[in-house]
């Protein structure tokens, strides 16, 4: 119940921080590479040295949180005691009588999950915090028998990023590794290293070139209209009379007194004919 809680919370804090990752982070890390572990999987009171590989999955949801998802292996040949042969059975056939201690041959494996706290103040070093939790299983065979066991699994420790490119980062880790097999703890260590490929979550739109405008005209005034030029005066084709005077068109002077000049008082008044 606790481990679910812990997971919802987890994803949880993904999605309200994955919106304030900043342009030069990257998005999703994937990391590849060795891994050495000095374990003691049969509390033998001996640690052992089993190699194998390392793999995990991080997704950056801020700048200073990555949520890990890890899976590893090791393997390699642990030595149990001939008197205290647990967990396998009391020492049968196969354990050799002139020697204290028999071979197994072992594998472990962890399957964990958690944060990692970077420290991104360099563009080429970046140094990290980590805490997993999860499951760890072990297997132990031995001619013709097996035995195996899974329980809790914890790995805390720290590394660093190195920057080779934009894309691609080498690793280097260690941590202390907790399991619990058989009910009962165990204490152990692991070293590992290896590449880290950084995606940026998809290619960036490349702008468009800037399109060089030709600078607009000047205002110009307002143009008037040109005027329609008017026609040319036709010469006048109709006959008008003469206005001048002349001998001929000149009337004679009219013999008849005008009535509106009253008559001289010298001259005898003319008598109307009869």
């Not at 987890?10 to 921080?17: C, N, P």
């Not at 915090?129 to 066991?149: D, N, Y």
Request: net charge positive; glycine share 8%.
């Amino acid at each position: 119940m606790k481990k679910s809680i812990a997971l919802a919370g987890l994803l949880f804090l993904a999605t309200t921080l994955f919106a304030q990752q900043e342009k030069e982070m990257s998005r999703v890390d994937l990391y590849g590479g060795y891994s050495q572990a000095m374990a003691d999987p049969f509390q033998t009171s001996s640690r052992s040295t089993l190699r194998g590989w390392n793999a995990s999955f991080g997704l950056n949801a801020a700048r200073w949180l990555s949520l890990v998802v890890e899976l590893g292996g090791n393997s390699g040949t642990v030595k149990l005691p001939v008197a205290v042969p647990t967990p396998f059975p009391p020492c049968p056939d196969f354990c050799p009588p002139s020697t204290d201690t028999f071979n197994v041959d072992t594998r472990l494996g962890t399957y964990l999950f958690g944060v990692h706290v970077p420290y991104r103040k360099s563009d080429r070093f970046t140094p990290y915090a980590s805490a997993l939790i999860g499951k760890a299983t072990v297997t132990g065979k031995v001619s013709g028998f097996k035995e195996s066991s899974s329980g809790f699994g914890m790995a805390l420790g720290g590394g660093v990023d190195v920057g080779l490119t934009k894309r691609l980062a080498w690793r280097v880790q260690a941590d202390y590794l907790r399991t619990d097999f058989y009910k009962q703890p165990q204490d152990n260590y692991r070293f590992q290293t290896g590449i880290v490929l950084r995606f940026t979550g998809g290619k960036k739109k490349r702008p468009y070139p800037e399109i060089e405008r030709e600078p607009a005209p000047p205002p110009q005034p307002p143009t008037v209209p040109p005027s329609t030029p008017e026609p040319p005066a036709q010469p006048d084709t109709t006959t008008k009379p003469d206005t001048t005077t002349s001998p001929e068109a000149t009337p004679p002077p009219s013999t008849q007194p005008d009535a509106t000049t009253p008559p001289s008082q010298d001259q005898p008044p003319q008598e109307p004919p009869k």
